[in-house]
């Protein structure tokens, strides 16, 4: 019997309610899903539509609200404060960093929808607002990638890594969502309230990546039936999932400072490489005028676009869209906000800021201004037919924009491995997360458990493929992410109710430090010649008693010395 417990402990490590409870969720999920996927979509659909209806204002309102926290806590005296000890250094080199932030956090979704947005909005205007296919359509289109794409969606990332990195790395707590609630809720997040968040957090973070799990197989499936003749459908997307599979359980049976590390590099250059063949043999000027108007429109116009429900219709884009996209970063949120905080050690929270709010937006933008500018132009001006392969099938724009330059069908190859690292690298990252969330918030979880978690974020997407495809992928992002939504606003008052309580201690014990040091320096006379100073300005009063003021003084106010006897005592008995 010791010796199998002795087994069980080296394979499971430290879990406890948090794992068993989120795996029963998980497994049963799956299993109803993969007996009755007609039956499941069909609720889905019914409670997305509910959630849309009745609750979609609070997705706008909370993301809005998140970037402007962020943003606040990176310019605030607050930028300061480091996440970890004073003097401690960064863990990581600030390029493997951000190497590891960008594919971490949305690699797959740039390659996805990098052509595909820009194209779909071409095809079917935001709101109908414009023409289809037309120019202004083809702008609205770049626009709104940037909006879906720009601070918005990293705010979310950024609030989930702050908060746990805070108290991971500043306070030497555990890293869990639950944690972060601390200041508020005191003790009571160690008992059945804070397991029961750190539960919603594995479920919210296994239905968000295996959306993206999904995009990424359609991806490659899109391009080997172009290249391989395999045919485009749920059984090539299968087959695709289980090679995934094979994939990252060799990557998650690495330490994190090799696999994931190494293959974010990797991602990056691949990434850089293809970014710098369009940018170079695609229309250059037009990219650069693209994006600088582009940029000019957004940062002019993303109030407006943060907010816009459109109640006076029966519009179905902002749901179909800007939640989603909203709803997909939340579900996110837990996964690559905990990546990015275990990988964030030393830096100060105005680094964060900077590393996951600016450089990995204007990436972002940039490599929508090169995809989606390029498509859009080759459409416009050369007819290329980019719209129309979108329009048949979602990922088949990048491949279509390829077959429009010199050597497309290797950087056609080359995409469908950047794909396919990207996908193992979220794999990998999530399994990492996971494991921490479901092993009480152990930095390294044992293989076993990365791995078990690994197959069910896998299963997920395949039985999400299996119950409505891409629609069904934008379905259970929108319905999964919102409890996770309200976590989060309370999230963001504990981590501003934690830091204001460091500054107010800093600055106290500040205060008695400074007094004391310059008690101890200050010299006898120097104190003398202080006192003297301040009698000068505001006279000591004398030490009298002030008795009532005799009738015949002339200045009202004056005091009279009530006079003493021999022996010290007043002389004011019998009279």
């Known amino acids: 019997m010791n010796k199998v417990s002795l087994f069980l402990g080296r394979l499971f490590g430290d879990v406890g309610t948090v794992f068993y409870l989120s795996v029963l969720i998980i497994g049963g999920f799956v299993t109803l899903a993969a007996m009755y996927p007609d039956d499941v979509e069909r609720v889905a659909q019914q409670v997305l539509d509910f959630t849309a209806n009745k609750m979609g204002w609070m997705y706008l309102l909370a993301t809005t609200g998140f970037v402007i926290f962020v943003l606040f806590l990176g310019l605030s005296k607050f930028g300061s404060v480091r996440l970890g000890p004073d003097e401690e250094p960064p863990e990581f080199s600030f390029k493997s960093w951000l190497a590891m932030i960008f594919s971490g956090g949305m690699g797959v979704g740039l390659v996805f929808w990098g052509v595909a947005e820009p194209m779909m909005h071409f095809n079917e205007p935001p709101m109908d607002l414009s023409e289809p296919r037309s120019v202004e359509a083809a702008q609205m289109g770049m626009r709104y990638a940037f909006f879906h794409w720009g601070l918005h969606q990293w705010a979310n990332f950024a609030l989930v890594g702050l908060a746990l990195a805070y108290i991971r790395f500043r306070h030497n707590a555990r890293g869990l969502i639950s944690e972060t609630f601390r200041p508020m809720f005191g003790t009571r997040v160690d008992g059945i309230g804070g397991k029961l968040i750190d539960t919603l957090a594995v479920v919210s973070t296994i239905f968000g990546v295996a959306t993206t799990l999904g995009l990424g197989a359609l991806q490659i499936n899109s391009g080997l039936a172009r290249f391989e003749g395999m045919a485009y459908g749920p059984n090539s997307q299968m087959l695709i999932i289980a090679g995934l599979g094979v994939l990252f359980t060799i990557s998650a049976m690495t330490p994190l400072k090799w696999g994931i590390r190494y293959l974010s590099n990797l991602n990056m250059i691949i990434a850089v490489g293809l970014f710098t063949y369009v940018l170079v043999l695609g229309p250059t000027s037009f990219i650069f005028q693209e994006f600088t108007q582009t940029m000019g429109e957004y940062l002019g116009n993303i109030v407006q676009m943060s907010l816009v429900t459109t109640p006076y219709s029966s519009e179905h884009w902002v749901q179909q869209w800007t939640m989603f996209y909203w709803a997909w970063g939340l579900s996110w949120a837990p996964f690559?906000?905990?990546?990015?905080?275990?990988?964030?050690?030393?830096?100060?929270?105005?680094?964060?800021?900077?590393?996951?709010?600016?450089?990995?937006?204007?990436?972002?933008?940039?490599?929508?201004?090169?995809?989606?500018?390029?498509?859009?132009?080759?459409?416009?001006?050369?007819?290329?037919?980019?719209?129309?392969?979108?329009?048949?099938?979602?990922?088949?724009?990048?491949?279509?924009?390829?077959?429009?330059?010199?050597?497309?069908?290797?950087?056609?190859?080359?995409?469908?491995?950047?794909?396919?690292?990207?996908?193992?690298?979220?794999?990998?990252?999530?399994?990492?997360?996971?494991?921490?969330?479901?092993?009480?918030?152990?930095?390294?979880?044992?293989?076993?458990?990365?791995?078990?978690?690994?197959?069910?974020?896998?299963?997920?997407?395949?039985?999400?493929?299996?119950?409505?495809?891409?629609?069904?992928?934008?379905?259970?992002?929108?319905?999964?992410?919102?409890?996770?939504?309200?976590?989060?606003?309370?999230?963001?008052?504990?981590?501003?109710?934690?830091?204001?309580?460091?500054?107010?201690?800093?600055?106290?014990?500040?205060?008695l430090i400074r007094q004391r040091i310059e008690a101890m320096l200050m010299r006898e006379s120097e104190r003398e010649a202080e006192r003297a100073a301040a009698e000068e300005v505001h006279p000591t009063a004398p030490d009298t008693v002030l008795g009532p003021e005799p009738p015949h003084l002339a200045s009202v106010g004056q005091q009279v010395e009530i006079p003493k006897t021999p022996d010290g005592s007043d002389d004011t008995k019998g009279k």
């Open 336 to 511: 690559v906000g905990s990546f990015i905080a275990r990988i964030s050690r030393g830096r100060t929270i105005r680094e964060f800021v900077l590393g996951v709010m600016v450089v990995p937006v204007l990436l972002s933008v940039l490599w929508f201004s090169t995809f989606g500018g390029s498509a859009i132009h080759l459409e416009l001006y050369q007819g290329a037919g980019i719209a129309d392969a979108v329009a048949r099938e979602v990922p088949a724009g990048l491949y279509t924009l390829f077959d429009q330059l010199p050597w497309g069908t290797y950087a056609g190859l080359l995409a469908i491995a950047l794909v396919c690292v990207f996908v193992v690298t979220s794999a990998d990252s999530a399994t990492f997360v996971l494991g921490m969330f479901t092993s009480k918030g152990v930095l390294n979880p044992t293989r076993f458990v990365r791995v078990l978690w690994g197959f069910l974020q896998l299963a997920m997407a395949v039985v999400l493929l299996l119950s409505g495809g891409l629609e069904g992928l934008r379905t259970v992002s929108i319905i999964a992410a919102f409890p996770f939504m309200l976590l989060m606003v309370l999230m963001a008052f504990a981590l501003h109710r934690d830091l204001t309580q460091e500054f107010w201690q800093r600055e106290e014990k500040e205060r």
